[in-house]
Nanobody
């Protein structure tokens, strides 16, 4: 069982930046497909960014050019660097681990990101 613990959320002004981290337990991290999802109040959870074990990544259109997902397999950690944050980015951000075939393995508890002046 993989356990995921997110950190780094908080309150930021529009145009600001935040970096989220997700630490994973276990020895299988480098083989896992890691992703960040978010869920805003009253909306469905949506995929923000995803990264494969070898580093290939993809992004939701709404965050392309502003967010960067990365991973450090030696530290069992995945990151989400968020720049030029806007109020629409306000949500609970969740870390997710899946197998290379896309089967969900684990979710983190979520971390709140609030973009407001």
């Amino acid at each position: 069982q993989v356990q995921l613990v997110e950190s780094g959320g908080g309150l930021v002004q529009p145009g600001g930046s935040l970096t989220l981290s997700c630490a994973a337990s276990g020895s299988m991290f480098s083989m896992l497909l890691m992703a960040w999802y978010r869920q805003a109040p009253g909306k469905q959870r949506e995929l923000v960014a995803r990264i494969a074990g070898g580093g290939a990544s993809n992004y939701a259109d709404s965050v392309k050019g502003r967010f960067t997902i990365s991973r450090n397999n030696a530290k069992n950690t995945v990151y989400l660097q968020m720049n030029s944050l806007q109020p629409d980015d306000t949500a609970v951000y969740y870390c997710n681990a899946a197998t290379s075939l896309g089967r969900f393995v684990s979710w983190g508890q979520g971390t709140q990101v609030t973009v407001s002046s």
